[in-house]
């Protein structure tokens, strides 16, 4: 069929709003949605974090700029809407990417406290 854009959403929770658990939680979440959707970097079109407002000593973006072959990925990070009682110290992600997969073969990758957000899009729980 072809190579298409497809999104692939990822999100992970942090032990504590500091820049080393940020670096470790977003850079295992990357690493993780590469790995499962075997994607090459120099194909992503873009990528969107969002976190929560408890998070605020680094954006996410900028760690995942730090990773080989993301320095000319567009990124954007913006604050995660409030909603009482909702996760607290979480990451999402939603990255655009040229891939010959079809959508439904997307493996969406939720991490840690994460893992309940969204079960019915989660093909690997790690």
């Not at 992970?12 to 075997?38: F, G, H, K, P, S």
């Not at 939603?94 to 406290?113: A, D, M, R």
């Not at 309940?116 to 899009?121: F, Q, S, V």
Request: hydrophobic share 40%; glycine share 4%; net charge negative.
């Amino acid at each position: 069929m072809g190579w298409r854009v497809r999104g692939v959403r990822g999100a992970t929770t942090v032990e504590a709003n500091t820049y080393e658990a940020l670096e470790r939680a977003v850079l295992e979440l990357m690493e993780e949605i590469e790995a499962q959707n075997d994607i090459d970097p120099r194909e992503i079109v873009s990528a969107t974090f969002s976190a929560t407002a408890d998070i605020d000593v680094v954006f996410p973006a900028k760690i995942a700029r730090s990773r080989s072959q993301w320095e000319h990925v567009p990124l954007l990070d913006v604050q995660q809407m409030h909603v009482k009682g909702s996760l607290e110290r979480c990451i999402r992600v939603l990255i655009h990417v040229n891939t010959p997969l079809e959508q439904h073969q997307i493996k969406h990758v939720y991490l840690n406290g994460a893992r309940g957000l969204r079960p019915d899009l989660v093909c690997a729980q790690i």
